[in-house]
């Protein structure tokens, strides 16, 4: 991918998260920590999945890539927010900032239809279970999660190619603490239109076809709950599904309150202010969600830990 186009900006400067200096230690401290809670929750669920024959399942598959996205997203912005609570000047060069820009947008893009690809899941396991195996064939995941790449790379690429084209050629300070898409516009000094209908379609077609699927596949379990006449079924089945919901809730619920703007003079503030839970919190909290309530990693964990002291 081509890093030159015809701006005279070769660098930018990141506001950062505040520009309050009494809280840069605090900030730097608590950014580390998640960054560390992070890395190590999402590595610790991908080594227990790999690990553990019994965790070899369609479900678990999911939720391996689901960590693993997480992981690595974590590097996209976590080095540069950190490195700008230590500087007194926050510059990314311009294939930098793309560079983040477009993997920003892959790892976002590609959790979005791995959480779809999550939901049609339970939602086979729940209302076709004598079908299940056969539905969720290894193939079939695998087909799932190459499409969830595939479209997420796709996502990716639309995004970061029309950026590049964009001159910028007048302020070069962005007004947040990563190269996102809204923040690189509002500096561009040539016409946004083209970037404006291909963001809208992008973010579009993943918010509306994964936002279908997830709803279509909860309200079908939701029908099918609600006909089970075992009270251990209904509990079995809120129970595989309790986790996904949660994690679908923050990722959504978090990223549609990032991206809702409002004429308040705090509204950049409040972007940042929710981009930071969506970005940093969701990734950290994932392993957690899954893990906590759920028997099957609990015992894959506890068997690990078994061969390492034996």
Known sequence: MAMENDSSVAEFFLTGLTNQPELQLPLFFLFLVNCTVTVVGNMSLIVLIFLNLHLHTPMYFFLFNLSFIDFCYSFVCTPKMLLCFVSERNIISFAGCMTQLFFLCFFVNSECYVLTAMAYDRYVAICEPLLYRVVMSPRVCSLLMLGSYLMGFA???????????????????????????????QLSCSSTHVNELVSSVVVGTVVIVSSLIIV?????ILYNILHMSSAKGWSKAMSTCGSHIVTVGLFYGFGLLTHVKTSSPGSVTQEKFFSVFCNFGVPMLNPLIYSLRNKNVKLALKRTLKRITN
Do not use: E, W
């Not at 639309?158 to 950026?163: E, L, P």
């Not at 279509?216 to 079908?220: G, P, R, V």
């Open 155 to 185: 996502g990716a690429m639309a995004h970061t190619g029309c950026m590049i084209r964009l001159s910028f050629c007048d302020s070069n300070v962005i007004n947040h603490y990563m190269c996102d898409i809204l923040p690189l516009l």
């Open 216 to 220: 279509i596949s909860y309200a079908l």
